[in-house]
C-alpha cells in the first residue's frame, strides 16, 4: 500500500517498485521496447546491441570465466541478467560475476562480485548515473568497457553516489581486477 503524501503545489513523478514493473513487465506492457530495465523507479528502454556491443561482451565474458577457471574460482560470469539492487532498481548489466547463479528471480546484490557494462553509445549515462548508482549500493567493483575510446574505465572502493578508486585501461593492455584476487583478463581484440 503506498503512502499519502503530504499536499503538493507541483507534480510529483511516481516510482515504481521492482514488484510493479516486473507486474507491468509480466503483463507485457514493455513487449513493444524490446528491452528495458529500472533505475530509481523509471523504466528505461535500451538500445538494440549491434555487432560490436555484442562482440564485446561476448569476448570479455568468456574471457572472464576462463580466467575465473583457471584459479578455480566460484563466481560465475553472466549476461544481461536484472541485478537487484533496491526497491526501485533493477538494472540489467551486460556482465554480472555472481556467487550465487541459480535459484528464483533476479541476482542477488549480495552475491555481486563485479559488474561490467558495453558502451558504443552510452558511455555518458554508464559513466555517470549507472556509476552513482552502483556506487550507492555497494557494488565491489565496476567496468565501463568504452568501444568508442577503446578504454576500460575500472572503478571500485565505492562511497556515497561515487567509486573513489578509478583508472582506466586502452585496448590491449590487461585489466587487474582490484577486488577479485588474482583476476587477470587480456583485453587484446576486444
Do not use: C
Not at 517498485?17 to 523507479?41: H, K, N, P, Q
Not at 583457471?70 to 560465475?76: D, G, K, M
Not at 541459480?102 to 541476482?107: K, Y
Not at 572503478?155 to 581486477?177: D, H, L
Amino acid at each position: 500500500m503506498t503512502a499519502h503524501k503530504p499536499f503538493n503545489t507541483s507534480p510529483l513523478p511516481v516510482r515504481l517498485r521492482v514488484e510493479d514493473y516486473l507486474l507491468l513487465d509480466r503483463s507485457g506492457a514493455f513487449d513493444d521496447y524490446a528491452r528495458t530495465e529500472l533505475i530509481e523507479g523509471e523504466v528505461l528502454y535500451m538500445n538494440a546491441q549491434h555487432r560490436p556491443h555484442m562482440y564485446a561482451k561476448s569476448e570479455l565474458a568468456f574471457r572472464l570465466r576462463t580466467a575465473l577457471a583457471a584459479q578455480a574460482s566460484a563466481l560465475y560470469v553472466g549476461t544481461e541478467a536484472s541485478v537487484a539492487l533496491s526497491d526501485q532498481d533493477l538494472p540489467e548489466p551486460d556482465i554480472v560475476l555472481t556467487s550465487e547463479p541459480r535459484g528464483e528471480g533476479p541476482v542477488p546484490l549480495a552475491s555481486v562480485a563485479l559488474l561490467a557494462e558495453v558502451a558504443d553509445t552510452t558511455q555518458s549515462f554508464d559513466l555517470s548515473r549507472k556509476a552513482a548508482l552502483y556506487a550507492r549500493h555497494g557494488v565491489p567493483e565496476y567496468w565501463v568497457v568504452d568501444l568508442t575510446a577503446q578504454t576500460i574505465h575500472q572503478m571500485w572502493s565505492p562511497s556515497g553516489e561515487a567509486f573513489v578508486e578509478r583508472r582506466q585501461i586502452g585496448f590491449g593492455e590487461p585489466i587487474a581486477a582490484a577486488t577479485i584476487e588474482g583476476l587477470v583478463v587480456e583485453t587484446t581484440g576486444i
